[in-house]
């Protein structure tokens, strides 16, 4: 008797689709590829073809160059061998999606990366039915609860409020993140012009152009320091104690990641104010999403395998950790 999803095979460098001969989000080029979405530890150059939503293309395309793309738009299925392969929305980014793969009338979901709260720049997770459910574990231990967003958000806001004279400098990785913070700003009100490092312009200009309401953003080149005095300025995370940094107003550094949760890795870094906001879903999202999907097993793809296999075991679930290479924390 055939052995429940064994017709995918996990490699260090990627999950290989036997059966339509596809990898998924592989970390070297491959003929066939299905990407769940644009971070790079997810996303790389040089595949014959791929298959992902048109959103993760275009973000495929401004970083590695044109894609020989096949859009799928959520809830679109393709054939690809014998397997129907369904997009489904993951909830992490901008154009993120769960992949379905049916097969001899089994179920296989892949999540990539996802969070449960709401975004306002991205389309929200979608619980899907499925025999195997092949989660990742960024923050799969117990102690990762992510606080309120509205609450880290305003935490920013009284801060700037409080410093007139002064700009908050908001560390932010490039995909996601610093899209995800100006759009919760705007959410809480906050519409005064928000500055930006030029690492940033190119995918805030993408996601603008994909409908996201990001408002008033400037360049920060060329813009006398004192114009910037009660702002909000935007860079990626290399940038906040760089010399760049100098030509801002006695600028607070913060910085946006689930990993703030951290303090030791808040010190490292020299960040003033800690803002924890994550794109990944933090334990309790992860043992709620299983519970909720109710799958026969669950794989584990990379970050804290070892406490979610455990909550699985104690639950009569069947678990087991993929050895996956080459995943880093580039979004987060």
Same mark, same amino acid.
């Given at each position: 008797?055939?052995?429940?999803? &064994?017709?995918?095979?996990?490699? %260090? ?17 491959? %003929? @066939? ?29 401004? !970083?590695?160059?044109?894609? #020989? ?46 969070? @449960? ?16 459910? =092949? ?12 606080? &309120?967003?509205?609450?880290?958000? &305003? ?30 700003? @705007? ?6 012009? =928000?500055?930006?490092?030029? #690492? ?42 760089? @010399? ?18 951290? !303090? ?11 803002? =924890? ?16 999907? #109710? ?36 979004? &987060?």
């Amino acid at each position: 008797m055939p052995k429940l999803g &064994d017709w995918l095979e996990p490699h %260090p460098h990627g999950i290989y689709v036997r059966p339509a001969d596809a990898w998924i989000d592989p970390s070297t080029p491959e %003929p @066939r590829a299905l990407v769940t979405h644009g971070h790079a530890d997810h996303a790389r150059g040089g595949h014959g073809a791929v298959w992902a939503t048109p959103e993760t293309l275009a973000i495929m395309d401004a !970083r590695y160059g044109a894609q #020989a793309g096949h859009p799928v738009a959520y809830g679109e299925s393709v054939r690809l061998g014998e397997v129907d392969a369904t997009f489904v929305p993951a909830g992490h980014v901008l154009g993120s999606a769960q992949i379905l793969l049916e097969h001899r009338g089994e179920r296989i979901v892949v999540s990539g990366d996802y969070k @449960r709260r709401p975004d306002p720049t991205c389309a929200p997770f979608e619980p899907i039915a499925c025999d195997v459910f =092949i989660t990742e574990a960024t923050f799969g231990l117990p102690v990762f609860r992510h606080p &309120d967003t509205g609450d880290e958000i &305003d935490k920013l806001v009284a801060r700037l409020h409080a410093n007139p004279e002064r700009c908050v400098l908001v560390g932010a990785y490039a995909l996601g993140k610093a899209q995800r913070v100006i759009a919760e700003l @705007r959410e809480r009100g906050h519409e005064a012009p =928000i500055y930006l490092h030029g #690492a940033l312009q190119r995918l805030c200009d993408l996601y603008a152009e994909h409908g996201v309401r990001l408002g008033e953003l400037i360049p920060v080149t060329g813009v006398p320091k004192a114009a910037m005095a009660g702002h909000v300025v935007m860079c990626p995370p290399s940038a906040l104690n760089d @010399r760049w940094s100098r030509r801002l107003p006695d600028p607070i550094t913060a910085m946006a990641s689930g990993w703030m949760r951290v !303090r030791q890795r808040a010190r490292q870094k020299l960040v003033e104010l800690p803002l =924890i906001m994550s794109d990944h879903a933090d334990w309790d999202e992860l043992t709620h999403t299983i519970e909720e999907i #109710a799958p026969r097993e669950v794989w584990v793809t990379h970050g804290r395998e070892e406490a979610l296999i455990h909550w699985c075991a104690m639950r009569q679930i069947k678990a087991r950790a993929l050895a996956l290479v080459g995943f880093e924390d580039e979004d &987060d």
